[in-house]
């Protein structure tokens, strides 16, 4: 058990060096990660918010935060501490801390690698598929480390056109050839693509997503369970979320909307078993930065049919809440990957608004899930593997699989079960969620 200066009671991996490639390096939720990282490194701030930082998961042997390190690829090129600066201009981060980490923010910076497609970029998919895992290979091997885990993190991007491969997937398709594990922490397609899902299964990778529950939808997760428990008859479930900042103005774009929005009832009718009227709104408000209102208005009967009304406002700092999941997720999916576990972890359910694989949909079980799993990640045993091949894996840096774009066509798995067409998974048709 190593502690932090900040206390950190999570035995840490004694040697593991692990490499966290954020794509959207820097956007908001990626500078606070690296910002909060060496933060609560230093021991200047507690690692509130980080659940793997709890006594549940002291056993889990995670690697520490002190052997994250962090590179990335971002298609801006704002520099990392400039960015802080912007954040703590706007209160997203503590006043002082972006010079009081400038070194580390520095040192990530040095390792964003420029994205893509750029404007006026002529590289087809599968030259910047090869550029990206390229790329990637390069930030294991110069800086020695035993893994790096792939998390998107990057701008929500419109649906896809006619089966084209967005961004998101291209990412996705380089982080499986550069043999690394993947994490979507948002509502793009990223591995549920049909071309990547296949590919994923085949991978010997473990995966997960996809986009973080952070706020309201967190909070449905709660409240849908009470009142199916409790046997309230929801009539209507309505919601409207306003915010700003990068994904405020991203989502402004009917199509991304449209992503995020993808699935909406998901939460609402996996927890309390049926489909009920309403819906969600996302409206752009730049006035409000990185800061959201997420209002629930919820309609609901009880005995003898009185009419009754719950309302719910949740103001939240988007990247406060996102970025210590980031790391929850960055550690674990790392440590599963070091164990040699491979498929889609299910466990994870929990940071998820539409999670991949298996699992239950009320907060309370997926933290009972998370937490048995954090307990086989301490004892070196691991779940059940995912059925189907595992060849083409790879340790990160080792070269990874064959040519993205050449494998995999649309065969339904676990990925699209909880996504684009049913299929395994958690057997419904939701795909993304609608809000945090
Ligand atoms: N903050 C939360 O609570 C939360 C919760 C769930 C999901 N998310 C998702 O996390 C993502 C990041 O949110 P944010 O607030 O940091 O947004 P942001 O706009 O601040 O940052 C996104 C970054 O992605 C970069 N980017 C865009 N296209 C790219 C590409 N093709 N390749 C590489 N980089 C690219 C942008 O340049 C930008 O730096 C969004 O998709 C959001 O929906 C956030």
Redesign the pocket.
Known sequence: MSASPSGSRTASHPAARTGVWL??A?????TTVVAGCAAVTAGLHPATGMVTETPDFADAVLPALADLVFGG????DCPLPKRAEALAAGGVLPPGLPAAVHAELAAADREIRP??PLPGDHRDDAALVAAFAADLRDFVRRNGLDRAVVVN????EPAAADGALP?STLYALAALDAGCPYVN????AGLHHPVAARRAERSGLPYAGR??K??QTLLRSVLGPMFAQRALAVRAWSGTNLLG???GA?LADPQAAAA?NAGKERVLTDTLGTAVEGTVHIDDVPALG?WKTAWDHIAFDGFLGARMILQTTWQGC??A??APLVLDLARLTARAHEQGRSGPLSALGFYFKDPVGEGPAGLTEQYTELRRFARTLGTGETGPEPEGDTEGGGSAGGGGGGGALGSGDGVRGGLLGSGEGGGAGRGRDGAAGEE?
């Open positions: 794509i959207g820097r956007g908001s939720v990626a690829h971002d298609t801006v994205g893509g993190v990057a701008s929500t961004p922490f948002t509502p793009s986009d973080g952070t706020g900042g990068g994904d991203a995020k990185d988007d990247s809440l996102a945090r």
